[in-house]
Nanobody
Framework: QVQLVESGGGLVQAGGSLRLSCAASGSIFSINYMGWNRQAPGKQRELVARISSGGSTIYADSVKGRFTISRDNAKNTVYLQMNSLKPEDTAVYFC????????WGQGTQVTVSS
């Protein structure tokens, strides 16, 4: 089992920045993927960004150039730096951990006002 604890969500004006953090604990394997997904009201959950334990990253087209995912393997923690936020980024952001099985955090609300 893996437990994920997210932090860093909140309310920000358009153009602002937020940094999300997610700490994983439990049965952590050295080779894994951690990432962020989001779900806006009335929409399907979508991948925002993902990073491997080796540092390879992928991003949704909608956040490329604005969001940066990073991780600290020693702390089993993944970060999402979100810059130039837009109202359409408003969603609940979920942290994920994958190594065979996939685990989800409880979600943190990000609200971007116009």
């Amino acid at each position: 089992q893996v437990q994920l604890v997210e932090s860093g969500g909140g309310l920000v004006q358009a153009g602002g920045s937020l940094r999300l953090s997610c700490a994983a604990s439990g049965s952590i394997f050295s080779i894994n993927y951690m990432g962020w997904n989001r779900q806006a009201p009335g929409k399907q959950r979508e991948l925002v960004a993902r990073i491997s334990s080796g540092g390879s990253t992928i991003y949704a087209d909608s956040v490329k150039g604005r969001f940066t995912i990073s991780r600290d393997n020693a702390k089993n923690t993944v970060y999402l730096q979100m810059n130039s936020l837009k109202p359409e980024d408003t969603a609940v952001y979920f942290c994920t951990y994958s190594s065979g099985s996939t685990y989800w955090g409880q979600g943190t609300q990000v609200t971007v006002s116009s």
